[in-house]
């Protein structure tokens, strides 16, 4: 019987359906001998696929113009149409490529899945995708062909101030398999892959995490300010533990998640979205940064006008700089229009507007 590999596009909108579900990826990751068969066997006949299945499943939207992307062994098995694509793996395939999804239905990996998905794209956008795969968080499946063709999500909010909805779950990809892919990726194809994963950091919970990491920690010839370059970088996520006064002061928290923690200036660096408008979410973080000034922690807040604005980011990070005992200098020309092509990439990646 034919199977399927879904790829790329397909295989990224499937994968966040599954962590919104389960907050996991909970499928079997196939052996080098059952993944060639598997492959050897996908031969997509428009005809012989369940299209409704798909749907259920998460992999397929319906769209006009929505094709299928389906990985295939041999030239003779593609089946390019209306709603199927195929694209081409001759050789052989790395140890974990494929994972089973259900009967005769089969997946890629999301390190596969980002690597087709990277093809012809700006290193924003695969930066991004990779931060999500990265981070505790996960975009819903309906953003996914909105994002990759270049428009917006929500689609129907003109400029308005929203929360983009996102998911909470465990990572679906470490560093380590990236850098593990990388290493056979090595054509000119994959470079923009690449590099986006020598940018990326694990245990980003939101895309605005994301996009406050890809512009404070990555390197100025992108665009960003290289914090990340400081004495101990850039951790996001990273916990603090109290002790003795900054437990009084935090009213008893026995720590705090700093959502970017730059150790060399004592700083922790926070993102308020939307939700830390609320006076619940607004008491605790007084009183988690009460704690960390216990701690000899400086907190400095970036709301979302601010994550718009490449002036305020960068005094914020010159700051920083200043805390670590070091200054921050451009040694090249044109830093700020590279500043806000670069936010806009990353902006893009999340299917928000450019400023």
Avoid at 213 to 240: E, H, I, K, W
Wanted: include cysteine.
């Amino acid at each position: 019987m034919n199977t399927l590999v879904l790829t790329s596009t397909s295989a990224l909108r499937l994968m966040r359906a599954e962590r919104r579900r389960n907050a996991a990826l909970n499928w079997r990751v196939l052996g080098k001998v059952e993944q060639r068969q598997v492959l050897k066997a996908c031969v997509p006949n428009p005809s012989d696929i369940d299209f409704e299945l798909l749907e259920a499943l998460g992999a397929w939207e319906g769209l006009e113009s929505e094709k299928l992307e389906v990985l295939v062994s041999d030239a003779s098995r593609r089946r390019n149409g209306a709603r199927v694509q195929s694209t081409l793996r001759s050789g052989p395939l790395p140890y974990g490529s494929i994972a089973h999804v259900r009967e005769n239905v089969y997946c890629v990996t999301p390190a596969h899945a980002a690597l087709q998905y990277s093809c012809g794209r700006p290193l924003g956008e695969v930066f991004m995708l990779l931060m999500e795969l990265l981070g505790t968080y996960s975009m819903p499946e309906d953003c996914t062909l909105h994002i990759a063709w270049g428009g917006f999500w929500p689609y129907d909010l003109d400029g308005k101030a929203v929360e983009q909805a996102r998911y909470k779950c465990d990572p679906a990809v470490t560093l380590k398999e990236l850098r593990g892919l990388c290493k056979v990726a090595t054509g000119n194809v994959s470079a923009t892959f690449r590099r986006a994963v020598q940018l990326a950091a694990e245990g980003s919970a939101s895309p605005g995490e994301s996009v406050m990491f890809g512009m404070l920690g990555v390197p100025m010839r992108y665009g960003g300010f290289n914090l990340c370059g400081l004495p101990g970088g850039m951790r996001l996520n990273s916990r603090v533990v109290f002790e003795g006064n900054a437990v009084r002061m935090s009213s008893g928290m026995p720590y705090a998640i700093c959502d970017a923690a730059v150790p060399a200036a004592r700083v922790d660096l926070e993102y308020n979205g939307l939700g830390h408008e609320k006076e619940a979410a607004r008491i605790h973080d007084g009183n988690r940064n009460n704690g960390l000034k216990g701690m000899g922690y400086t907190v400095m807040v970036i709301n979302r006008d601010q994550m718009r604005d490449v002036v305020a980011l960068e005094a914020i990070a010159r700051a920083v700089y200043k805390g670590a005992g070091k200054r921050m200098r451009y040694w090249s020309g044109g830093v700020r229009v590279r500043q806000a092509a670069w936010l806009n990439a990353l902006r893009r990646g999340i299917g928000l507007r450019p400023v």
